[in-house]
């Protein structure tokens, strides 16, 4: 079953303003990674936020973290025509000493020059 | 390290035919993941590997589909008779067990059509 749902599902925006994108799961969780996937490409891992964490930044990047509600948000500043891909986030569980991410089915951004 | 390595990118096929997809992980992963990606179903797991054992395949969805890995450097994923149902891109992940960070890896996935 899904664990993670991101929203929205498609988002279409211009250069220089900001994305972004939120993600509800289900469970408790070790920690969520968000993932980027360019068309026709393998995902690339972007960044993650451990579940003792709130805050993270990397670059243009911020993800939030609030495990009371079970939501994670990803923030893009200033959007560039490249950052067009679709955006998934994963949250990570153990179970029997293995750990396993289970991703969302993704949303969709569209940068225009 | 290249990274990730699969093998075809792409794949075309009949109906019936057996299709074999390869992987090769990031040296020194101890995880080996298979995923299928559909329009329809996103990216699901199909099954996982932790130092070359098979750890859970309850997401392969039938029979026809079995994975190896018969060492720490190879693994495939058969289908065998393949339907057009079938129809996807598979990916490969790998991932290191150690540090607490958990980041996967993707290899550049195989599209699968089966006709």
């Known amino acids: 079953s899904q664990q993670g749902e991101e929203d929205p599902q498609a988002l279409s925006i211009q250069e220089g303003e900001n994305a972004t994108m939120n993600c509800s799961y289900k469970?408790?969780?070790?920690?969520l990674q968000w993932y980027r996937q360019n068309s026709g490409r393998g995902l690339v891992h972007l960044i993650l936020?451990?579940?003792?964490?709130r805050e993270k930044h990397s670059g243009r990047l911020r993800v939030t973290l609030d495990t009371s509600k079970k939501s994670s948000s990803l923030l893009i500043t200033a959007s560039r025509a490249a950052d067009t891909a679709s955006y998934f986030c994963?949250?990570?569980?153990?179970?029997?000493?293995?750990?396993?991410?289970?991703f969302g089915k993704g949303t969709m951004l569209l940068v225009s020059p | 390290d290249a990274g990730v390595i699969q093998s075809p990118r792409h794949e075309v096929t009949e109906m019936g035919q057996e299709v074999t997809l390869r992987c090769k992980p990031i040296?020194?992963?101890?995880?080996l993941f298979w995923y299928r990606q559909t329009m329809m179903r996103g990216l699901e797991l199909l099954i996982y590997?932790?130092?070359?054992?098979?750890?859970?395949d309850s997401g392969m969805p039938e029979d026809r589909f079995s994975a190896k890995m018969p060492n720490a450097s190879f693994s495939t994923l058969k289908i065998q008779p393949s339907e057009p149902r079938d129809s996807a891109v598979y990916f490969c992940?790998?991932?290191?067990?150690?540090?607490?960070?958990?980041?996967?890896?993707f290899g550049p996935g195989t599209r699968l059509t089966v006709l």
């Open positions: 992940a790998s991932r290191s067990d150690g540090g607490g960070f958990n980041e996967q890896f």
């Open positions: 469970t408790s969780i070790n920690n």
């Open positions: 936020i451990r579940s003792n964490e």
């Open positions: 994963a949250t990570l569980r153990s179970n029997s000493g293995y750990s396993t991410l289970t």
């Open positions: 040296s020194g992963h101890d995880y």
């Open positions: 590997f932790n130092n070359n054992v098979p750890i859970d």
